[in-house]
């Protein structure tokens, strides 16, 4: 399929996979050109926070644009799951539609706000403990409800595989998406819980959380080749 | 609501929004004067959004708009797809887009302390927005223009030729809407009231595009 039939909502799928991932990796080469982290494997080493990309100038810069525009992505590909599964016209299902996307568009604003202060003006950390309270609150709270939302998306998708004509290896591709960040939910919480800890793991699980919720984003892309945005015909 | 509906009208709330919740809390902190910058020209939209949480406030919502500004050229292209040439309809969304990347570079550079902030690269960003954006609703306006003589309904040609006239006469008469540092009362005020008719220019298609939707075709 060439890029030119590509349709509205496989483009917001491609763009909610690569915005994010590519302005985090460019975030982090420049926080670590500049000096300020170390040059690593974040997604095994856990050694520097997504946060911690975004501190420095000009990596601020592109942290804050990147995530902010990523998080309209994320919304308008939350109207299109909606809409995509609308079609089936079950009634009973509507409200429940309406709810996660509502929750998960919530989620995508305060993702926003928890990028906008970001940047020198946190440091030194010590003296502005509110807006850094502030940035983990509303960063955990989107990791929470994206992945929860993402989640019962797919129990939902796979009800309806039949009537969508949804591909088994597609459904099968997102269950693996969705088991995988329910696990580092599931153990992220559990750690907390109980107080273990170990050397970082918040960015461990952040950096994991980040590019599974990005790839079920893609997932869409193959699901959409007959969604699109067109002129319907107006009755006269 | 169809799609096309839904984009135009949160491009308008969404940046109109920012900037009057932004100008609210700056002079609530008193980080921006009290008045009306459309008739007193006191500050520029820039400086209400730079300090304090309007500076928060203000980058959020205004590059979230931005997005939202990309989307609505797609949203145009597809609705005059079959009234106008693929060249014409390329240059169009590609000055579309290119004024809402702009700001949004713009926008993202601002920081608290005016003097560590990039003026060059926001300059650069917000008079790209203005100037792009001038430029692809012109060819947008032409395209509507034609294609409407070919039959297309445009509930909202008046107020588009209306909002059209307007920004070409700030144009000419003031020689454009330059963005720069430190800027006169006047570019001030002028440039208060475009970012309101470019805001309301977006608003306008919410009454052209009822059938701009997004329909699953099921193979």
């Not at chain 2, 203000?58 to 106008?84: D, P």
């Amino acid at each position: 399929m060439s890029n030119l039939s590509m349709t509205l909502p496989q483009r917001i799928a491609l763009a909610a996979f690569f915005i994010p991932v590519v302005t985090i990796g460019l975030s982090y080469a420049l926080t670590v050109a500049g000096g300020h982290e170390p040059l690593c494997i974040p997604y095994i080493e856990g050694c520097a926070t997504i946060t911690a990309t975004g501190i420095y100038y000009p990596a601020a810069y592109i942290l804050r644009a990147g995530i902010a525009m990523s998080a309209v992505v994320f919304i308008l590909w939350w109207y299109c799951v909606r809409l995509w599964l609308e079609s089936v016209r079950q009634a009973e299902l509507v409200a429940w539609f309406h709810t996660v996307v509502w929750v998960a568009t919530i989620g995508s604003v305060l993702i926003i706000a928890s990028m906008v202060v970001l940047g020198e003006n946190l440091l030194p950390s010590r003296d502005h403990r509110f807006l850094w309270r502030f940035h983990a609150t509303t960063a955990g709270l989107f990791f929470l409800a994206n992945s929860i939302c993402q989640i019962m998306m797919t129990v939902r998708m796979r009800q309806l595989r039949r009537q969508m004509n949804i591909a088994f290896s597609h459904i099968v591709v997102k269950e693996v998406l969705a088991l995988l960040q329910l696990l580092f939910l599931t153990v992220l919480i559990g750690m907390t819980i109980v107080g273990y800890e170990f050397e970082g793991m918040v960015a461990f699980f952040e950096w994991w959380l980040a590019t599974l919720s990005s790839l079920f984003y893609l997932s869409a892309w193959w699901d959409w080749r007959d969604f699109r945005l067109t002129r319907l015909e107006q009755s006269a | 609501m169809s799609f096309g509906q839904s984009i135009a009208l949160i491009s308008f709330i969404l940046s109109m929004g920012t900037i009057a919740v932004t100008y609210g809390v700056a002079t609530a902190q008193q980080t921006a004067a009290i008045c009306n910058p459309f008739i007193d020209g006191c500050t520029d939209i820039t400086h209400t959004g730079m300090k304090g949480d309007a500076g928060f406030i203000f980058r959020g919502g205004m590059i979230a708009a931005c997005a939202f500004f990309v989307v609505w050229w797609v949203n145009m292209r597809v609705w005059l797809t079959r009234y106008a040439g693929k060249i014409a309809l390329n240059s169009m969304q590609f000055f579309g887009t290119l004024s809402a990347l702009g700001l949004l570079v713009g926008t993202a550079v601002l920081i608290p302390e005016k003097d560590a902030t990039r003026w060059a690269v926001h300059v650069k960003g917000a008079n790209l927005f203005f100037q792009g954006m001038l430029v692809a609703l012109t060819i947008n306006y032409v395209l509507i223009l034609k294609a409407r003589n070919k039959g297309l309904s445009v509930p909202s040609f008046r107020m588009k030729t209306a909002l059209m006239a307007i920004l070409w006469f700030m144009f000419v008469a003031f020689a454009g809407v330059t963005v720069g540092i430190e800027m006169s009362q006047g570019k001030r005020i002028i440039e208060w009231w475009a970012t309101l008719f470019i805001g309301l220019y977006f608003l306008s298609s919410y009454w052209d595009w009822q059938d701009i939707k997004l329909v699953h075709t099921s193979s």
